[in-house]
């Protein structure tokens, strides 16, 4: 009797179904007039008034490179990666280091917002994708704002 109990309770601790978490930590941002996010398993850290070198003979939307640490990153524009015009930068401007399948590079982006959850069974195709290279997806939030996802294997992948 004794064995049948203990065997029971060992039924009774293991779940029949791994539950599999679909939300993932966040960082959201502002580039232009869209709010995009990417995972923070990619954020290496978010950096201000840092000295680009600018480099010839680069598509428009590569700044430059800069020095961090001794690690030298290329430094992408992100709103004119997207097709959009440059626009000034400003004191809220920003750039977020980013490591994606060990691929380092800097986003510049015109404002950084916070830090949050967004489940992924949420998260729905972007219409005309095509268009939107960098992409991969958006999700509505409670307050009706659209946040957009950043597509990071397309942009570790771009040959810079």
Do not use: W
Not at 16 to 26: G, I, W
Not at 77 to 99: A, P
Request: proline share 4%; charged share 25%; net charge negative.
């Amino acid at each position: 009797m004794a064995e049948q109990a203990t065997l029971n309770e060992e039924i009774l601790e293991t779940p029949d179904t791994e539950e599999v978490s679909t939300v993932e930590r966040c960082l959201t941002f502002k580039s232009g007039d869209l709010i995009l996010y990417i995972s923070t398993k990619h954020v290496i850290e978010i950096i201000n008034n840092h000295s680009i070198t600018t480099l010839p003979l680069v598509p428009p939307y590569i700044k430059g490179i800069i020095n961090l640490r001794g690690q030298i990153l290329p430094v992408v524009d992100i709103q004119m990666r997207m097709g959009k015009s440059e626009t000034e930068y400003r004191n809220e401007t920003c750039i977020i280091v980013l490591d994606i399948d060990s691929v380092s590079l800097g986003i510049i982006v015109d404002s950084v917002r916070q830090v949050i959850d967004i489940d992924l069974k949420n998260v729905r195709p972007i219409p005309l994708k095509r268009q939107q290279k960098l992409l991969d997806g958006m999700v509505t939030m409670e307050d009706g704002s659209v946040f957009m996802s950043v597509d990071c294997q397309a942009l570790a992948k771009a040959q810079y």
